[in-house]
Protein backbone atom coordinates (compact mmCIF):
# COMPACT_ATOMS: atom_id res chain seq x y z
CA UNK A 1 0.00 0.00 0.00
CA UNK A 2 1.12 3.55 -1.07
CA UNK A 3 1.47 6.65 1.71
CA UNK A 4 -1.36 8.18 -0.84
CA UNK A 5 -3.76 5.18 -0.56
CA UNK A 6 -3.44 4.98 3.17
CA UNK A 7 -4.59 8.90 3.46
CA UNK A 8 -7.15 9.10 1.06
CA UNK A 9 -8.75 5.47 2.36
CA UNK A 10 -8.35 7.44 6.01
CA UNK A 11 -9.84 10.24 4.93
CA UNK A 12 -12.89 8.57 2.78
CA UNK A 13 -13.38 6.57 6.04
CA UNK A 14 -14.04 9.37 8.36
CA UNK A 15 -15.90 11.29 6.14
CA UNK A 16 -18.32 8.59 5.04
CA UNK A 17 -18.45 6.28 8.28
CA UNK A 18 -21.17 7.91 9.86
CA UNK A 19 -23.12 9.31 6.75
CA UNK A 20 -25.84 6.53 5.64
CA UNK A 21 -23.85 5.71 2.36
CA UNK A 22 -21.41 3.03 3.61
CA UNK A 23 -18.28 3.48 4.45
CA UNK A 24 -16.94 0.02 3.76
CA UNK A 25 -18.73 -0.07 0.30
CA UNK A 26 -16.70 3.87 -0.56
CA UNK A 27 -13.65 2.36 0.75
CA UNK A 28 -14.10 -0.62 -1.53
CA UNK A 29 -15.25 1.26 -4.74
CA UNK A 30 -12.35 3.91 -3.90
CA UNK A 31 -9.83 0.94 -3.42
CA UNK A 32 -10.72 0.19 -6.68
CA UNK A 33 -10.99 2.74 -9.33
CA UNK A 34 -7.98 4.75 -7.67
CA UNK A 35 -5.76 2.37 -6.97
CA UNK A 36 -6.54 -0.92 -8.83
CA UNK A 37 -6.93 -3.23 -5.48
CA UNK A 38 -8.84 -3.81 -2.55
CA UNK A 39 -7.74 -2.52 0.56
CA UNK A 40 -9.59 -5.45 2.37
CA UNK A 41 -12.12 -5.90 4.89
CA UNK A 42 -9.87 -5.95 8.15
CA UNK A 43 -8.06 -2.62 6.47
CA UNK A 44 -11.85 -0.60 7.09
CA UNK A 45 -12.56 -2.51 10.43
CA UNK A 46 -9.55 -0.69 11.96
CA UNK A 47 -9.49 2.43 10.00
CA UNK A 48 -12.98 2.12 11.94
CA UNK A 49 -11.41 2.06 15.49
CA UNK A 50 -10.57 5.69 14.48
CA UNK A 51 -13.40 7.20 13.80
CA UNK A 52 -15.33 5.33 16.69
CA UNK A 53 -12.53 7.04 18.87
CA UNK A 54 -14.33 10.42 17.81
CA UNK A 55 -17.55 8.64 19.02
CA UNK A 56 -16.35 8.07 21.90
CA UNK A 57 -14.61 11.32 22.37
CA UNK A 58 -17.21 13.32 20.79
CA UNK A 59 -20.26 11.58 23.05
CA UNK A 60 -17.91 10.84 26.29
CA UNK A 61 -19.84 12.60 29.02
CA UNK A 62 -23.26 10.73 27.19
CA UNK A 63 -21.67 7.31 27.59
CA UNK A 64 -20.13 7.57 31.20
CA UNK A 65 -23.44 8.75 32.76
CA UNK A 66 -24.96 5.74 30.41
CA UNK A 67 -22.34 3.66 31.72
CA UNK A 68 -22.52 4.48 35.46
CA UNK A 69 -26.12 4.16 36.09
CA UNK A 70 -25.86 0.94 34.29
CA UNK A 71 -23.50 -0.35 36.82
CA UNK A 72 -25.21 0.88 39.71
CA UNK A 73 -28.39 0.07 38.42
CA UNK A 74 -27.42 -3.69 38.56
CA UNK A 75 -27.20 -3.74 42.49
CA UNK A 76 -29.47 -0.79 42.87
CA UNK A 77 -33.42 -1.27 41.66
CA UNK A 78 -34.30 2.41 42.49
CA UNK A 79 -32.76 3.48 39.10
CA UNK A 80 -33.72 0.99 36.36
CA UNK A 81 -36.50 3.05 35.49
CA UNK A 82 -34.04 5.52 34.03
CA UNK A 83 -33.18 5.88 30.12
CA UNK A 84 -29.54 5.59 30.73
CA UNK A 85 -30.27 2.17 33.04
CA UNK A 86 -32.36 0.94 29.66
CA UNK A 87 -30.01 2.42 27.19
CA UNK A 88 -27.05 0.94 28.63
CA UNK A 89 -28.93 -2.77 28.24
CA UNK A 90 -30.43 -1.20 24.40
CA UNK A 91 -27.08 -0.82 23.23
CA UNK A 92 -25.61 -4.56 24.59
CA UNK A 93 -28.78 -6.40 23.33
CA UNK A 94 -28.72 -4.23 19.89
CA UNK A 95 -25.23 -5.60 19.42
CA UNK A 96 -25.94 -9.32 19.37
CA UNK A 97 -26.76 -9.64 15.86
CA UNK A 98 -23.69 -7.54 14.40
CA UNK A 99 -21.41 -9.73 16.63
CA UNK A 100 -23.28 -12.98 15.78
CA UNK A 101 -23.73 -12.86 12.18
CA UNK A 102 -19.77 -11.26 12.07
CA UNK A 103 -19.01 -14.82 13.71
CA UNK A 104 -20.51 -16.75 11.20
CA UNK A 105 -19.93 -15.22 8.24
CA UNK A 106 -16.68 -14.04 8.89
CA UNK A 107 -15.27 -15.32 5.57
CA UNK A 108 -17.84 -14.28 3.29
CA UNK A 109 -17.79 -11.17 4.30
CA UNK A 110 -14.57 -10.85 3.72
CA UNK A 111 -14.48 -12.06 0.00
CA UNK A 112 -17.99 -12.62 -1.77
CA UNK A 113 -19.74 -9.59 0.09
CA UNK A 114 -16.37 -7.52 -1.56
CA UNK A 115 -18.05 -8.04 -4.99
CA UNK A 116 -18.54 -4.77 -6.62
CA UNK A 117 -21.89 -5.89 -8.34
CA UNK A 118 -22.84 -6.72 -4.69
CA UNK A 119 -21.82 -3.18 -3.47
CA UNK A 120 -23.31 -1.26 -6.28
CA UNK A 121 -26.96 -2.56 -6.11
CA UNK A 122 -27.15 -2.74 -2.39
CA UNK A 123 -26.24 0.88 -2.83
CA UNK A 124 -29.04 1.45 -5.03
CA UNK A 125 -31.60 -0.79 -3.53
CA UNK A 126 -31.65 0.21 0.20
CA UNK A 127 -31.09 4.06 -0.69
CA UNK A 128 -34.68 3.43 -1.93
CA UNK A 129 -35.44 1.64 1.19
CA UNK A 130 -34.12 4.79 2.98
CA UNK A 131 -36.35 6.93 1.02
CA UNK A 132 -39.43 4.89 1.92
CA UNK A 133 -38.46 5.40 5.72
CA UNK A 134 -38.01 8.94 5.24
CA UNK A 135 -41.56 9.47 3.63
CA UNK A 136 -43.70 7.69 5.73
CA UNK A 137 -41.55 7.93 8.99
CA UNK A 138 -43.80 10.08 11.32
CA UNK A 139 -41.17 10.98 13.55
CA UNK A 140 -43.15 11.46 16.35
CA UNK A 141 -41.14 9.86 18.78
CA UNK A 142 -37.48 11.09 20.72
CA UNK A 143 -35.29 9.14 22.44
CA UNK A 144 -36.85 9.34 25.55
CA UNK A 145 -39.81 6.98 24.34
CA UNK A 146 -36.71 4.75 22.98
CA UNK A 147 -37.70 0.83 23.87
CA UNK A 148 -36.31 -2.46 23.78
CA UNK A 149 -37.90 -3.41 20.72
CA UNK A 150 -36.30 -0.48 19.31
CA UNK A 151 -33.01 -1.70 20.13
CA UNK A 152 -33.62 -5.22 18.63
CA UNK A 153 -34.84 -4.11 15.24
CA UNK A 154 -32.31 -1.23 14.69
CA UNK A 155 -29.63 -4.37 16.09
CA UNK A 156 -31.05 -6.40 13.40
CA UNK A 157 -30.39 -3.40 10.72
CA UNK A 158 -27.15 -2.59 11.96
CA UNK A 159 -26.08 -5.99 11.44
CA UNK A 160 -27.06 -6.01 7.55
CA UNK A 161 -24.43 -3.53 7.53
CA UNK A 162 -22.17 -5.91 7.35
CA UNK A 163 -22.55 -6.77 3.62
CA UNK A 164 -20.48 -3.58 2.08
CA UNK A 165 -23.13 -1.04 0.23
CA UNK A 166 -25.56 -1.25 3.00
CA UNK A 167 -24.33 1.25 5.40
CA UNK A 168 -24.05 0.89 9.27
CA UNK A 169 -25.35 4.12 9.98
CA UNK A 170 -27.91 4.33 6.66
CA UNK A 171 -29.22 0.75 8.17
CA UNK A 172 -29.99 2.19 11.67
CA UNK A 173 -31.09 5.18 10.46
CA UNK A 174 -33.50 3.44 8.29
CA UNK A 175 -34.72 1.33 10.75
CA UNK A 176 -35.53 4.09 13.12
CA UNK A 177 -37.39 5.67 10.94
CA UNK A 178 -39.36 3.02 10.32
CA UNK A 179 -40.00 2.99 13.81
CA UNK A 180 -41.20 6.61 13.87
CA UNK A 181 -38.10 8.13 15.80
CA UNK A 182 -36.69 11.59 14.74
CA UNK A 183 -34.46 11.19 12.55
CA UNK A 184 -32.10 12.99 15.86
CA UNK A 185 -33.18 10.14 17.93
CA UNK A 186 -32.15 7.26 15.76
CA UNK A 187 -28.86 9.20 14.41
CA UNK A 188 -27.43 9.13 18.71
CA UNK A 189 -28.83 5.88 19.15
CA UNK A 190 -27.09 4.54 15.65
CA UNK A 191 -23.80 5.80 17.14
CA UNK A 192 -23.96 3.99 20.47
CA UNK A 193 -24.93 0.95 19.08
CA UNK A 194 -22.11 1.06 16.74
CA UNK A 195 -19.67 1.24 19.68
CA UNK A 196 -19.05 -2.64 21.04
CA UNK A 197 -19.32 -4.22 17.37
CA UNK A 198 -16.95 -1.93 15.62
CA UNK A 199 -14.30 -1.23 18.49
CA UNK A 200 -14.43 -5.41 19.08
CA UNK A 201 -14.24 -5.71 14.94
CA UNK A 202 -11.65 -3.31 14.61
CA UNK A 203 -9.27 -5.28 17.55
CA UNK A 204 -10.21 -8.76 16.45
CA UNK A 205 -8.87 -7.45 12.51
CA UNK A 206 -5.51 -5.60 13.79
CA UNK A 207 -3.25 -9.04 12.70
CA UNK A 208 -5.40 -9.64 9.68
CA UNK A 209 -4.61 -6.46 8.08
CA UNK A 210 -0.67 -7.47 7.65
CA UNK A 211 -1.64 -10.94 6.15
CA UNK A 212 -0.34 -11.14 2.87
CA UNK A 213 -1.76 -14.61 2.16
CA UNK A 214 -4.79 -13.36 1.07
CA UNK A 215 -3.19 -10.90 -1.36
CA UNK A 216 -4.11 -7.28 -1.78
CA UNK A 217 -3.14 -4.19 -0.82
CA UNK A 218 -1.27 -4.69 2.36
CA UNK A 219 -0.05 -1.66 5.01
CA UNK A 220 2.94 -0.57 6.82
CA UNK A 221 2.17 -0.49 10.76
CA UNK A 222 2.63 3.55 9.74
CA UNK A 223 0.36 3.78 7.40
CA UNK A 224 -2.13 1.57 9.39
CA UNK A 225 -1.64 4.16 12.31
CA UNK A 226 -1.87 7.15 10.21
CA UNK A 227 -4.75 6.33 8.11
CA UNK A 228 -6.85 5.21 11.56
CA UNK A 229 -5.93 8.97 12.81
CA UNK A 230 -6.61 10.92 10.02
CA UNK A 231 -10.10 9.04 10.13
CA UNK A 232 -10.58 9.80 14.09
CA UNK A 233 -10.00 13.56 12.73
CA UNK A 234 -12.17 13.65 9.93
CA UNK A 235 -14.78 11.42 11.77
CA UNK A 236 -15.26 13.46 14.75
CA UNK A 237 -15.87 16.57 12.22
CA UNK A 238 -18.31 14.34 10.64
CA UNK A 239 -20.70 13.75 13.69
CA UNK A 240 -20.69 17.27 15.01
CA UNK A 241 -22.27 18.14 11.22
CA UNK A 242 -24.78 15.07 10.39
CA UNK A 243 -26.16 15.93 14.36
CA UNK A 244 -26.77 19.49 12.77
CA UNK A 245 -27.92 18.26 9.78
CA UNK A 246 -30.76 15.25 10.29
CA UNK A 247 -32.28 18.30 13.19
CA UNK A 248 -33.39 20.40 10.35
CA UNK A 249 -33.26 18.26 6.77
CA UNK A 250 -34.42 15.09 5.12
CA UNK A 251 -31.99 12.60 3.79
CA UNK A 252 -33.08 12.39 0.35
CA UNK A 253 -29.97 14.10 -0.39
CA UNK A 254 -28.23 11.17 0.47
CA UNK A 255 -30.49 8.90 -1.13
CA UNK A 256 -30.05 10.55 -4.37
CA UNK A 257 -25.93 10.31 -3.96
CA UNK A 258 -26.43 6.76 -3.00
CA UNK A 259 -28.35 5.90 -6.37
CA UNK A 260 -25.81 8.08 -8.60
CA UNK A 261 -22.56 6.39 -7.36
CA UNK A 262 -24.20 2.56 -7.42
CA UNK A 263 -25.17 3.26 -11.17
CA UNK A 264 -21.38 4.63 -11.47
CA UNK A 265 -20.22 1.63 -10.13
CA UNK A 266 -22.36 -0.52 -12.70
CA UNK A 267 -21.48 1.41 -15.68
CA UNK A 268 -17.61 1.11 -14.66
CA UNK A 269 -18.42 -2.72 -14.30
CA UNK A 270 -20.05 -3.48 -17.28
CA UNK A 271 -17.37 -1.20 -19.61
CA UNK A 272 -14.76 -3.28 -18.33
CA UNK A 273 -13.30 -0.35 -16.67
CA UNK A 274 -13.10 -1.76 -12.94
CA UNK A 275 -13.15 -5.85 -12.12
CA UNK A 276 -15.69 -6.43 -9.43
CA UNK A 277 -13.54 -8.43 -7.51
Not at 73 to 101: A, E
Not at 119 to 127: D, G, K, N, P
Not at 140 to 152: H, P, V, Y
Not at 228 to 251: D, E, K, M, N, S
Request: without cysteine; aromatic residues 12%.
Amino acid sequence: MSWIEAIVLGIVQGLTEFLPVSSSGHLRITSAIFFDQDAGASFTAVTQLGTEAAVLLYFAKDIWRITKVWVIGIWDSSVRSSLDYRMGWYVIIGSIPIGLFGFLFKDQIRTAARNLWLVATTLIVFAFVLAFAEYWGRQTRRLENFTLKDGIVMGIAQAMALIPGVSRSGGTLTAGLFLNLTREAAARYSFLLAIPAVVMSGVFSIPDVFDSSGGGSIPSGAQMIVATVIAFGVGYAAIAWLLRYVAHHTLYVFVLYRVALGSLVLALLLTGTISAT
